[in-house]
Nanobody, 122 residues
Framework: QVQLVESGGGLVQAGGSPRLSCAAS????????MGWYRQAPGKERELVAT???????NYADSVKGRFTISRDNAKNALYLQMNSLKPEDTAVFYC????????????????WGQGTQVTVSS
Protein backbone atom coordinates (compact mmCIF):
# COMPACT_ATOMS: atom_id res chain seq x y z
CA GLN A 1 0.00 0.00 0.00
CA VAL A 2 1.07 3.54 -0.74
CA GLN A 3 -0.22 6.70 0.82
CA LEU A 4 0.18 10.10 -0.81
CA VAL A 5 -0.26 13.46 0.87
CA GLU A 6 -0.09 16.72 -1.05
CA SER A 7 0.81 20.08 0.40
CA GLY A 8 1.70 23.56 -0.74
CA GLY A 9 -1.59 24.68 -2.20
CA GLY A 10 -3.44 27.82 -1.32
CA LEU A 11 -4.38 31.23 -2.61
CA VAL A 12 -1.75 32.82 -4.82
CA GLN A 13 -1.59 35.86 -7.05
CA ALA A 14 -1.35 35.56 -10.79
CA GLY A 15 2.29 35.27 -11.71
CA GLY A 16 3.13 33.57 -8.46
CA SER A 17 5.48 30.63 -8.08
CA PRO A 18 4.38 28.15 -5.44
CA ARG A 19 5.77 24.69 -5.09
CA LEU A 20 3.59 21.70 -4.41
CA SER A 21 4.88 18.71 -2.53
CA CYS A 22 3.70 15.14 -2.33
CA ALA A 23 4.91 12.86 0.43
CA ALA A 24 4.71 9.14 -0.24
CA SER A 25 4.71 6.52 2.46
CA UNK A 26 4.11 2.81 2.76
CA UNK A 27 5.50 0.50 0.10
CA UNK A 28 7.47 3.23 -1.57
CA UNK A 29 9.94 0.73 -3.00
CA UNK A 30 7.16 -0.31 -5.36
CA UNK A 31 6.67 3.15 -6.86
CA UNK A 32 7.68 3.73 -10.45
CA UNK A 33 6.19 6.68 -12.32
CA MET A 34 4.64 9.55 -10.40
CA GLY A 35 2.68 12.48 -11.64
CA TRP A 36 0.62 15.55 -10.98
CA TYR A 37 -2.93 15.94 -12.21
CA ARG A 38 -5.42 18.71 -11.73
CA GLN A 39 -9.14 19.16 -11.90
CA ALA A 40 -10.79 22.52 -12.33
CA PRO A 41 -14.44 23.10 -11.45
CA GLY A 42 -16.69 21.55 -14.06
CA LYS A 43 -13.81 20.00 -15.95
CA GLU A 44 -12.25 16.58 -16.27
CA ARG A 45 -9.15 15.68 -14.35
CA GLU A 46 -6.18 16.26 -16.58
CA LEU A 47 -2.54 15.34 -16.64
CA VAL A 48 -0.14 18.09 -15.64
CA ALA A 49 3.18 16.29 -15.60
CA THR A 50 4.72 12.88 -15.02
CA UNK A 51 8.15 11.75 -14.02
CA UNK A 52 9.75 8.33 -14.04
CA UNK A 53 11.84 6.90 -11.26
CA UNK A 54 14.88 7.85 -13.31
CA UNK A 55 13.80 11.46 -13.63
CA UNK A 56 12.42 11.56 -17.16
CA UNK A 57 9.60 14.10 -17.24
CA ASN A 58 6.84 15.10 -19.59
CA TYR A 59 4.29 17.89 -19.42
CA ALA A 60 0.94 18.95 -20.68
CA ASP A 61 1.19 21.61 -23.36
CA SER A 62 -0.59 24.11 -21.14
CA VAL A 63 2.18 24.06 -18.54
CA LYS A 64 5.29 23.50 -20.62
CA GLY A 65 7.88 26.12 -19.83
CA ARG A 66 6.11 27.15 -16.63
CA PHE A 67 5.98 24.06 -14.44
CA THR A 68 8.76 21.72 -13.40
CA ILE A 69 8.17 18.30 -11.93
CA SER A 70 10.86 16.67 -9.84
CA ARG A 71 11.26 13.95 -7.28
CA ASP A 72 13.55 12.97 -4.48
CA ASN A 73 13.50 9.20 -4.30
CA ALA A 74 15.51 9.13 -1.09
CA LYS A 75 12.84 11.26 0.58
CA ASN A 76 9.94 9.60 -1.23
CA ALA A 77 8.82 13.04 -2.30
CA LEU A 78 7.39 14.51 -5.47
CA TYR A 79 7.37 18.19 -6.28
CA LEU A 80 5.78 20.55 -8.74
CA GLN A 81 7.35 23.95 -9.11
CA MET A 82 4.82 26.26 -10.70
CA ASN A 83 5.82 29.57 -12.20
CA SER A 84 3.88 32.35 -13.89
CA LEU A 85 0.58 31.08 -12.58
CA LYS A 86 -2.57 32.07 -14.41
CA PRO A 87 -6.14 32.17 -13.15
CA GLU A 88 -6.92 29.23 -15.43
CA ASP A 89 -4.46 27.16 -13.41
CA THR A 90 -6.93 27.19 -10.54
CA ALA A 91 -7.73 23.59 -9.69
CA VAL A 92 -7.37 20.83 -7.19
CA PHE A 93 -3.97 19.30 -7.80
CA TYR A 94 -3.56 15.59 -7.19
CA CYS A 95 -0.47 13.53 -6.70
CA UNK A 96 -0.41 10.13 -8.39
CA UNK A 97 1.89 7.15 -8.08
CA UNK A 98 2.10 3.98 -10.12
CA UNK A 99 3.45 0.85 -8.51
CA UNK A 100 5.06 -2.11 -10.19
CA UNK A 101 3.88 -5.66 -9.69
CA UNK A 102 6.10 -8.02 -7.74
CA UNK A 103 4.60 -11.24 -6.37
CA UNK A 104 4.05 -11.08 -2.62
CA UNK A 105 5.73 -7.69 -2.51
CA UNK A 106 4.15 -5.03 -4.72
CA UNK A 107 0.65 -4.74 -6.05
CA UNK A 108 0.58 -3.29 -9.52
CA UNK A 109 -1.69 -0.33 -9.03
CA UNK A 110 -2.07 3.40 -9.06
CA UNK A 111 -2.65 5.63 -6.08
CA TRP A 112 -4.04 9.11 -5.58
CA GLY A 113 -3.58 11.67 -2.90
CA GLN A 114 -6.47 13.65 -1.52
CA GLY A 115 -5.52 16.73 -3.48
CA THR A 116 -4.55 20.28 -2.63
CA GLN A 117 -6.44 23.34 -3.79
CA VAL A 118 -4.57 25.94 -5.79
CA THR A 119 -6.48 29.15 -6.37
CA VAL A 120 -4.92 31.81 -8.58
CA SER A 121 -6.35 35.29 -8.26
CA SER A 122 -5.82 38.22 -10.58
Amino acid sequence: QVQLVESGGGLVQAGGSPRLSCAASGDTICISTMGWYRQAPGKERELVATITSGGSANYADSVKGRFTISRDNAKNALYLQMNSLKPEDTAVFYCNAHTIYLPRRCRGYFYWGQGTQVTVSS
